[in-house]
């Protein structure tokens, strides 16, 4: 069973950071910034815009 | 379950990104795992008195991801915490915690002082040395420990929260790590570290390329996606 939602954090810097990952990861991901806050539960949804977003816009995974 | 991203950045200051601290708040406990620089700071910001936290909750020892934490013990009884801050971190955690009684011991004796003093308890700390095991659970939210593989800091922990029916899994500094997947799978969210000091750029490619060697399967497949460490460093 795969994650609803990736997190990257403890990142020096965002550049390039994104596609590194996209390349090998096709699941949904988001990489964090500082008080971003994340809902857990059947959907996972986050509040605050992460640093990138590799994940739907609507904020809101299902598996 | 909710989670704060407190602080997502590395040991470089960084004004917009501080020191690695997630929150964990879960059936109504404030569990706290890592405690880098400026978590009270964040911590305010979002609400949340460092007198709060039930729990912090180490991977390792690192200095980026326990320097925040005279702050949280000390900021947390002078605002009004009545019970020993308790913390369950890897071989060493108790030597710090009865170190830094001692660095503090100024401060401690002057603020028990009449006329107004801060309750003995609160300053106390209640450190568990932690094996890879479930080492919190409280009813309605369990916190289990895993290894992961941070080189020579031997040992480093993952950690799991489950509850009601909904899971977390935070990485800890690692590189690829079998037992890091294990751990992940079924987990609602992975939150994974993504920076090593590594001279080769984008070593988490490599990283990458070791999971679906390992699976036999492209990394889409896999049950459990692990990040491992994204060097940015050139």
């Given amino acids: ?63 | 379950m909710r989670v704060t991203l407190l602080g997502t950045g590395t040991p470089f200051p960084n004004v917009e990104r501080f020191g690695s601290a997630i929150l964990v708040e879960a059936a109504s406990k404030k569990l706290l795992f890592d405690c880098g620089r400026g978590v009270v700071i964040r911590l305010t910001q979002a609400g949340v008195s460092p007198k709060e936290i039930d729990g912090l909750f180490l991977t390792h020892l690192h200095s980026d991801h326990v320097v925040g934490i005279p702050d949280l013990w000390l900021s947390g009884w002078f605002l009004g915490r009545s019970k020993p801050l308790r913390i369950w971190g890897p071989k060493g955690t108790s030597g710090m915690a009865k170190h830094l009684a001692q660095a503090f011991a100024f401060d401690i004796r002057i603020r028990q002082a009449a006329p107004d003093p801060l309750p003995a308890e609160g300053v106390e700390i209640d450190a568990k040395e932690i094996e890879q095991d479930e080492i919190y659970n409280d009813g309605s939210t369990r916190a289990s420990a895993f290894l992961v593989d941070h080189g020579t800091v031997n040992p480093a922990f993952g950690y799991r929260v489950d509850s009601a029916g909904h899971s977390v899994v935070i990485s800890g500094d690692t590189k690829f790590c079998q037992n890091l997947v294990d751990f992940a799978r079924g987990a609602d969210c992975l939150i994974h570290a993504a920076w090593s000091w590594l001279e080769k750029p984008y070593a988490a490619v490599e990283a990458f390329d070791c999971v679906c060697r390992r699976c036999g399967t492209g990394l889409r497949d896999c049950e459990a996606q692990a990040w491992c460490h994204l060097s940015l460093r050139r």
């Avoid at chain 1, 590194?20 to 096709?26: E, P, S, T």
């Fill in chain 1, 1 to 63: 069973m795969k994650p609803k939602l990736g997190v990257i954090y403890h990142y020096e810097d965002e550049e390039g950071l994104g596609e590194a990952v996209r390349k090998k990861y096709n699941g949904p991901f988001v990489i964090a910034r500082d008080l971003m806050a994340i809902n857990i539960g059947r959907t996972v949804t986050w509040e605050r815009e992460p640093a990138a977003a590799h994940a739907p816009k609507e904020n809101t995974i299902e598996r």
